[in-house]
């Protein structure tokens, strides 16, 4: 089969048929989302009526598209990665993700959880110990920030150089991967007003 054979139409764009896996496989994600959107309403809508029977069987409907859109979404994921629409910027995050700052921006990040970890665990030991705890959250959260802010302009300063698809994927994982030590810096906040209220 040829290369033009190969090649299917979208409203006038022309993409393989990989391509076209993906776009319809966004659709349903987006057709998921959307009823599960929908069926929370219902939800909402059956509790504040004080129908238990509608809402058990919104809360199943939502639960269940839930998963569906997960798995939808893993699945549009790896076809990606494999290689479908830009492909070519698997070199240039592999490139960042190899670095010294990554590694020990990722070390924070596996830092904070252990240490939110063992704040939790300091509760069974005494108020003193929970308090000491919670600053080495912070000093895990603090390091990542930092590191963040490197990784970004070491980002930046090469972006002319870099597919902008690529700049925008690497900015958007760096922010989101920072998010694992900021929320256990607000977990962290939540045992403070824990302990203001009276624990211990």
Not at 20 to 35: D, P, Y
Not at 49 to 62: L, M
Not at 140 to 154: G, H, I, P, T
Request: aromatic share 6%; charged share 30%.
């Amino acid at each position: 089969m040829s290369a033009k054979a190969r090649m299917v139409s979208l409203s006038g764009f022309s993409i393989n048929r990989r391509e076209r896996a993906i776009v319809e496989g966004v659709g349903s994600h987006l057709a998921t989302v959307k009823r599960t959107v929908e069926d929370f309403g219902g939800l909402i809508d059956s509790v504040s009526s004080g129908d238990a029977a509608s809402a058990r069987r919104f809360f199943d409907a939502v639960m269940g598209d839930e998963t569906k859109a997960d798995t939808i979404h893993r699945d549009l994921s790896l076809r990606v990665a494999n290689g479908a629409f830009f492909g070519g910027v698997r070199e240039d995050i592999i490139e960042l993700l190899r670095s010294d700052e990554m590694r020990l921006f990722i070390a924070d990040l596996k830092g904070s959880v252990s240490a939110l970890e063992n704040l939790i665990a300091a509760f069974t030991i005494s108020k003193k110990e929970v308090l000491a705890r919670v600053h080495s959250v912070e000093e895990f959260e603090e390091s990542a920030d930092s590191r963040k802010d490197v990784l970004l302009r070491e980002l930046f300063r090469g972006a002319s150089k870099l597919n902008p698809v690529t700049v925008i994927q690497l900015r958007d994982f760096i922010f989101v991967a920072d998010d694992i030590a900021d929320n256990a810096e607000d977990a962290s906040d939540v045992v403070l007003v824990l302990i203001a209220k009276g624990y211990g």
